[in-house]
């Protein structure tokens, strides 16, 4: 996963192929500006051996940072201004008032166990049949 999300990183930008990005990391980092959040902030950027990488360098954190093998990350703060940044987004809220719902994890567990019960009733259910209709056997009945 977060190598999906880093990868997705680099095509939505934050890449020397992005004109934006190569202006900008000229001077090794990446400068935020107004109206987006963290105004005047630096984004260090990491180089090597060639010069300077379309990678963050602050450390583990941000998913466009190098991250240590078995790591998952979701998308950081830094992620998304410096995305913000190269694509001169103008409104960006961190900060959602509004929480984002989620299903209860019994009412999963429920319906999960309700579809297997519905699935097994279907498959096993048959026709019930009377075994003799005397008087005396009225409530015998078995499932053939």
Known sequence: MTTVLHEIGHSLGISNANIAFFAEQVDGDIDIHAPRPFAGATIPLAS?????????????????????????????????????????????????????????????????????????WKQNWQEIRCVECGPWSRLAYTVV
Not at 62 to 79: C, F, I, K, Y
């Open 48 to 120: 090597n051996f060639s010069g300077i990488t379309s990678h963050v360098d602050i450390g583990f954190g941000p998913v466009m940072a190098s991250g240590s093998h078995n790591t998952r990350q979701l998308l950081s703060e830094v992620d998304i201004v410096l995305n913000a940044e190269l694509g001169h987004f103008q409104y960006l809220n961190l900060n959602p008032s509004q929480p984002i719902p989620e299903p209860s994890t019994w009412v999963l567990l429920g319906t999960g166990l309700l579809g297997f019960g519905l699935r097994w």
